[in-house]
């Protein structure tokens, strides 16, 4: 039985991606049973959460009959990296406006160092990239891709706009059809999770689950564990991507009814800042399950779902699912922190 109806898209990702529990782990630190949903392996270099919601967001571009495509994000964003390789893929050019110095433009810092992790592959793919200082970028994002918008224009091309983390009514979609492929999973292992959970950083994934679990009735909870801002923040942008949705796709559904769920409280310094204890945890499921998790995105979210468990937010009894959302570049454009040489045991 077909429960939704969707737009087109593209088929870009390698899917359906594994549902694993993490018993290594359990058998560890006791608690409920987590299984993780291995959104790392949508691809090789187009790993990660994005590409589910660029399969729409693209699939929407090319209809449009745009050949140009501007988004925007922090220096080491994973989902300008999965748009300057999809981009390339499809023929597309691929414009990114990034919040960062170009590196060699901070003092101390080499003018030869080559690129690093994400900003690597963006290069190698070809994207024009531009950069801005944060200040500049915070206050003037908005106008810096019109601008960008007009230049492209001039020459004649048709352009898109992709927003921030391709977080809007279109991306929603993305993880929609991701809670499709979680209720084949759950009948596949003949479970019935009570908690669906994952970082939080530009809102679409959570919204594409909040509105998915219920469209495809998995009847659990859906949690995210925010990496930037506070729980207000995204309270107010997960409930507008999915009115966004509601209104583009004329869909029934009341998203004024959903129950969002933020955990604030695992920010930590800031964005893309990460404390020891997030590195620990990062080191304990590389060593214990052979995961790879992100100090940006996935390994603080993985970190305050432990943590939470060990206040007791969710039973024992209770199986939850983590979703891993990707962000392996920015784990190795961060190596430097990892402090390889603490090596104890687990
Ligand atoms: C972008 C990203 C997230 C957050 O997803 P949003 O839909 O932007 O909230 C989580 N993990 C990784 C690795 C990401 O790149």
Redesign the pocket.
């Known amino acids: 039985m077909n429960l939704v109806d969707y737009p087109p898209s593209l088929s870009l990702a390698q899917l359906p991606t594994p549902l694993q529990p993490l018993d290594r782990l359990r058998k560890k630190t006791g608690g409920p049973r987590i299984w993780i949903k291995r959104d790392d392996l949508t691809g090789c270099a187009t790993s ?3 590409i589910r ?1 660029l399969e729409f967001t693209l699939a929407n571009a090319l209809a449009q009959g745009c050949d140009t495509v501007i988004t925007c994000g922090g220096i080491q964003s ?2 300008c990296r999965t748009t300057a390789l999809l981009g390339a893929q499809l023929g597309l050019t691929v414009h990114l406006v990034l919040r960062g110095e170009k590196r060699g433009e901070k003092r101390g810092e080499n003018p030869n160092e080559p690129a690093d992790g994400n900003l690597l592959l963006d290069e190698l793919a070809g994207a024009h990239i531009s950069y801005y200082a944060p200040v500049d970028y915070q206050r003037n994002l908005e106008e810096l891709m019109v601008q960008w918008l007009r230049h492209y224009e001039d020459q004649g091309r048709k352009v898109c706009l992709i927003p921030t ?1 391709a ?1 809007d009514g279109i991306g929603v979609w993305g993880y929609i059809r991701c809670c499709e492929e979680l209720a084949a999973d759950f009948l596949q292992h003949d479970i019935k999770p009570r908690h669906i959970i ?9 919204a594409g689950l909040t509105a998915g679990n219920v469209l495809h009735e998995l009847s659990a909870e859906v949690w ?1 564990i925010n ?1 930037c801002d506070d729980e207000n923040y995204f309270l107010q942008k997960v409930r507008a991507d999915l009115r966004d949705w509601q209104q583009r796709y004329n869909q029934s559904l009341n998203v004024d009814e959903l129950d969002i769920h933020v955990i604030d409280g695992y920010v930590g310094p800031g964005y893309a800042k990460a404390t020891k204890d997030i590195f620990q945890t990062i080191r304990l499921l590389a060593k214990l399950e052979g995961i790879l998790l ?1 100090p ?3 390994g603080k ?1 993985f970190h305050g779902l432990l943590e939470e468990i060990k206040k007791g937010r969710f039973s024992d009894s209770d199986d939850i699912v983590f979703i891993h ?3 392996l570049f ?1 784990l190795l454009a961060q190596r430097t922190e990892l402090d390889l040489s603490r090596n104890e045991t687990c």
């Open positions: 990660g959460n994005k919601k994973n989902h983390g977080s994952s970082a939080t950083g530009s809102g679409g994934t959570q995210g990496v992100d940006v995105y996935s979210a959302t990707g962000g920015g």
